[in-house]
């Protein structure tokens, strides 16, 4: 059996294929009622848990940080955690205790066990990000046969019984727990192809969290005079008072304050949230969203109207102030649609790995998948003081696309070349480097020209090849990624994960 798994920064779910090819979700192994994995895990000693069991814990173990959104950590080689004896643990390695928790869950209800899994990620995520949900899974020991983007799966699954959809433009519009995505799709027969991608890389339904958070400090400090406590078992509290407010507020029908007491300690006070202020902070938020739709479909020289369908998918897209939202931006031709918004990308990733796999289930239909690049890509030779990059692959080009560009060199002056790697959309504003290639040393004593041929996969990450332009060959080269104070180390970081005991079982 093969496992779609969406690793989501609030959620993780997993489901598999039943028997007449449609997608299952795999339950929790302590409670098959339950089909969601919080994204979270407590390490404690030699012990750690993840999902539902660190969250039925953390009374328990109150100067336990629960370790959530390290999905917002991929990445950036910051560690998001340190443990009793300050081992630094990555979001990859995080990510991999739930990975794991997932993957013993599927072990345990599927009659034959699973093989191979595909993991989704944001659409909107760079080389790097991509690259560490890969090895979260290698951490996990859970053999990837693909990724695929959040929302691309969503519309696998929305078109695998949507068949009128043919020649529809769709927006998928994915607004999760930490990040928002978006793509325009169109489909035709078992040929779904993206035509572009947008997104934020930070926004979800932790900054709408973090509002009412905010809202709930200013009461305490009203009534106590002093701050709120920075203790753990607080912060753990408060995160999960302030969602649930959150979704109060998002979710009222008709608008209306709340009030509630909250005890911190042995203190209580009354906290009250005004709709409106609430509401106004939350758009400028979903505007946000807006935006991002509105730059995508301009990169292709489309209008909101030339849109058929929005499929709203995503936790914080349930909520009905989201809905309203949209409500009004639809035209009368166009539909908006609520498509099971928290299970309908591990399906598609599900009926994707189904896909690749080779087992005799007539069911299984087959799946052409034509994506484009997410961004531009580009060089930047590392000493030019002008900075000036050079575009290799344009965002929005059909996948697989390589390109190359060639530089001079004078072995004499430089034993290495250094140049960088970046991803970006606006060149003015958000170029992203993503590492440094670094080339050399050369083995010639003559002038000869470098070619760096970048490649964007379709899984969206990127291949790099050095050569000497002039002859052909191969030069050695190594790509360092933004260094830090604790340095990722892989075997280190797979023996922490295995010399764990992941207690997840009753
Ligand atoms: N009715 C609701 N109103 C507002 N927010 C909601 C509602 N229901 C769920 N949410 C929020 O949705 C988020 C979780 O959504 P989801 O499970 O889709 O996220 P995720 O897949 O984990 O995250 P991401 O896709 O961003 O990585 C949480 O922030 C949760 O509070
Ligand atoms: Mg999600």
Not at 36 to 53: C, D, H, Q, V
Not at 87 to 95: D, G, M, P, Y
Not at 229 to 245: H, M
């Amino acid at each position: 059996m093969v496992l779609g798994i969406d690793l989501g920064t609030s959620n993780t779910v997993a489901a598999s294929l039943s028997r007449d090819g449609s997608p299952v979700l795999i339950p929790d192994a302590n409670n098959k009622d339950v089909q969601i994995t919080p994204s979270i895990a407590l390490i404690e000693g030699r012990k750690a848990y993840a999902g539902n069991f660190a969250e039925n814990l953390y009374e328990t173990l109150p100067d336990k940080q629960i370790i959530s959104f390290f999905k917002r950590s991929f990445g950036t080689q910051d560690p998001v955690y340190f443990d009793d004896d300050k081992n630094a643990w990555f979001s990859e390695t995080v990510a991999s205790l739930v990975l794991r928790k997932v993957k013993n869950d599927a072990e345990l209800y599927l009659p034959d066990g699973y093989k191979q899994a595909v993991i989704t990620v944001p659409a909107h995520y760079n080389d790097v990000q991509r690259k560490s949900v890969i090895e979260a899974a290698r951490l996990a020991d859970l053999e990837l046969t693909a990724i695929i983007e959040e929302p691309v799966a969503a519309a696998l699954f929305y078109g695998s019984f949507n068949k009128k959809i043919d020649e529809e433009i769709i927006l998928i519009y994915d607004f999760g727990g930490g990040t928002f995505d978006l793509t325009l799709i169109t489909k035709s027969g078992n040929q779904l192809n993206v035509i572009a991608k947008d997104g934020v890389n930070k926004l979800g339904g932790k900054e709408f969290d973090d509002i009412v958070q905010h809202s709930i400090r200013e009461d305490y400090e009203k009534a106590f005079g002093n701050k709120l406590p920075t203790d753990k078992l607080t912060g753990n509290r408060l995160q999960k008072i302030a969602e649930k407010i959150k979704i109060e507020l998002n979710d009222a029908d008709t608008p209306r304050n709340i009030s509630k007491w909250i005890m911190v300690g042995r203190d209580a006070f009354e906290a009250t949230f005004y709709y409106d202020i609430y509401a106004a902070q939350a758009t400028q938020l979903i505007v946000k969203t807006e935006q991002a739709v509105n730059r995508c479909l301009r990169s292709l020289g489309m209008q909101f109207s030339d849109i058929n369908k929005v499929v709203l998918i995503g936790g914080t897209s349930s909520s009905k102030l989201v809905y309203n939202f949209w409500k009004q931006k639809v035209g009368p031709q166009q539909e908006l649609v609520y498509h099971q918004p928290l299970s309908s990308v591990a399906k598609g990733a599900a009926l994707y790995a189904a896909s690749f796999s080779n087992g005799n289930n007539q069911e299984i239909v087959p799946i052409d998948l034509k994506s484009v690049s997410t961004y531009n890509i580009g060089l930047i030779m590392a000493n030019d003081p002008r900075r000036q990059i050079d575009l290799l692959i344009h965002r929005n080009t059909p996948l697989p696309v390589s390109s190359k560009k060639t530089y001079k060199v004078n072995p004499q002056q430089t034993e290495y070349v250094n140049i960088e790697l970046c991803q970006f959309w606006d060149p003015q504003e958000d170029v992203h480097k993503l590492g440094t290639i670094k080339a050399g040393p050369f083995s010639l004593m003559s002038e000869f020209y470098l070619e760096v041929a970048v490649e964007n996969r379709l899984n969206g990450t990127i291949g790099i090849k050095v050569r000497n332009a002039d002859n052909g060959k191969d030069i050695k080269f190594e790509f360092i990624r933004k260094a830090s104070d604790h340095k990722y180390d892989y075997q280190q970081q797979k023996s922490m994960v295995d010399n764990i005991y992941l207690n997840n079982y009753l």
